[in-house]
């Protein structure tokens, strides 16, 4: 792909990513996305985020997404003549991005005080499992891990009286993605404070927890534990405290989630499904109602979707104006003309995978959007042009790098 | 309890929101906590989701968290008084979040134009279900139906061999909040361009669908099916490309995830459970075969968690060095002692619900944290501050406002 300028808003911002899984890359992407130039640290084997996912002709495509529009530059971080090189670099960035384990950076002579020597207003952003601090600060960090201690894991499950089959993981790397946008945010509020804060601090030390992300999202259960000695249950495919939310079968074997829990909505839905007259019955005549009788309202609605397919279902719930969509697989957000419209499936071309589909950008920013420069690129592409650029490197020198296995 | 000064890298930027629910109020919560001062707009019959959650005295706990560190102005927006006085504080904001319907703020008087008039370099965060273009612009935004057109719903599923149920809702409003998260990393992109960006663009819109904040986290999986056509399959507990990671039944009805998807630590659970000789058993001597036999392997793992409770199970793991925790409910969240050590559960006192917990503020700035100002405040608690300060009204004026219902 032809590069082009950086664009989008960050273009001018400067990261240097010391990274390595989902959490530090994820956030990376998302601020090389809007147009910041990333520059990401690899060993001379490559991030092993590398080989995750399917591969084709030896690629991954997962990093043909998760490495888009960074530079990678190659930088055994372990030889002794990294951290000078790593450190001129360091001098020329706002922000670095890192998710070793905690503590590790000051092995590799990469601790605070040095990376702040070199660059005294540096935004730094750790990303690990537990913080950078605190009993659990030196545990191996697992995202599964971190999403159970997060309290997301406890209620994404079935009510125990309908299954004892375990609670279900959300399918994606979750907790490292939510960690990565805090990241990212927290990046953002140090860079604001650095130019433009009237707060005490200059310096700005992020410190992103994978559980601690997680934890954030849980509304205001800590508070209702904490008063009322609450402990939210799960409820499976509804919502505990509204009626009828959820997903339902079709005949031909998917799921079309419908969200009908208002009076109005779901005496239409009802009317919708043939059964007009059950919007008057006792059971279900306002949303406390329907929440005692929740099992046998769903088994009515499902009663209605089993005979049918979900693009007939669908289409009929749609005309009535019920919201509700099909439980969208890949294959159908990629076909979405919503997700078409707003440039959220992307035509992309990937030297090692051809022609392919990216996700678009995330925010959408109309006046000034970010866009896809190229794809993921390959361990140590832009080691020459960075080492120059950034770190003052000729030619000779960093032929001799290269020799002595540094780069 | 005693405000004290703003603190935290935000300090000295001001928001105002036109939001309500979760999305657009949890975004402000985010800039809040880190020292933004943030004015949320009310209607006089305050933002509907103070009703809920669960209540204490007729006052919302999740209120008490999501509206914390910001102050309530009340203006009810339908009043043709009310653009003027709004655009009045507008002219002092640096940024403005809003999730009402696309277009309703246009309605309103307030459209982007008049907004941008009253303060040209004012950054505008949109959050919606489906953004504010497309054919799906106007239908009605639910968070179940975003996740799910997001493609979160499909995969939060047992394997359809091991289970009928329907998949399984995250068990929290988690699209609202990632799209709260992307909105607010987006002001700050924003405010970063408007003060150092070297783009073209000065002028800063963001559009924020809750819809593609959740498809933003689908890892490789569009590259995936463009190129292979691969679809990604719900698997449950599990991780479908490695194993094993799963949550286990102990005696007293918990769960406990293990996350042993190594060689190595494969071998060392094996050992703690008693069963050594499996490690060199051929169906469990690498990833590849274990994934072939994973049933047989999580039943061997789970004979061995069912017969302990769940205290000792994760003792004896952990003593092991094997990364696993139970599935934490808000009860062990809260007496967690790393949470706890990090100040993830702090003590706040609010007037309407006496002495209580509140999650702590993420991400932690350990050089400038935010901190914990007060509580969600009552309706319009601020009003008659913020008008004299932000929109130069006399307390006279004020009166009459209150007297006319504008307030």
Known sequence: ??????????????????????????????LADLGADVIKIEPPTGDPVRQWGAQCN??????????????????????????????????????????LRPGHLDKLQLGVDRLRAAKPDLVIAHISGFGQSGPYRDRAAFGVIGEAMGGLRYLTNHDPEESDLPPVRAGISIGDSIAGLYAAFGVLAGLWNRDRGTGTGRVQSIDVALTESVFSLMEGMLAEYSVLGLVRQPVGSRIATTAPSSAYPTKDGR????????????????????????????????????????????????????????????????????????????ADCATDPQFIARGMVQDVYDDNLGAMLHPGIVPHVPDNPGRIRWPGPAIGAHTREVLQELAGLGTEEIDRLGEYGVI
Chains 1, 2 share one sequence.
């Not at 590069?3 to 899984?21: D, N, V, W, Y």
């Not at 749609?318 to 969509?325: E, F, G, L, Q, S």
Request: proline share 5%; hydrophobic share 45%; net charge positive.
């Open 1 to 30: 792909m032809a590069a082009g300028p950086p664009r989008g808003p960050l273009a001018g911002l400067r990261i240097l990513e010391i990274g390595h899984f989902v959490a530090a890359p994820f956030c990376t992407r998302l």
């Open 255 to 330: 799921w079309l989630v419908i969200a009908a829990n208002s009076d109005r909505l779901c005496a239409r839905l009802l009317e919708a499904i043939g059964q007009p007259h059950l919007a008057a019955d006792g059971r279900f005549a306002d949303n406390a109602t329907r929440l005692q009788n929740v099992k046998a309202l769903d088994a009515v609605i499902a009663g209605w979707t089993r005979e049918r397919s979900i693009v007939e279902a669908e289409d009929l719930l749609v005309a009535a104006d019920i919201p509700c969509c099909k439980a969208y697989t890949i």
């Open 58 to 99: 030896g690629h991954s495509l997962w990093w043909s997404v998760h490495g888009r529009n960074k530079r990678s530059v190659t930088l055994d971080l372990k030889h002794p003549k990294a951290p000078e090189i790593l450190l001129k670099m360091i001098a020329r960035c706002d922000a670095l991005v890192e998710n």
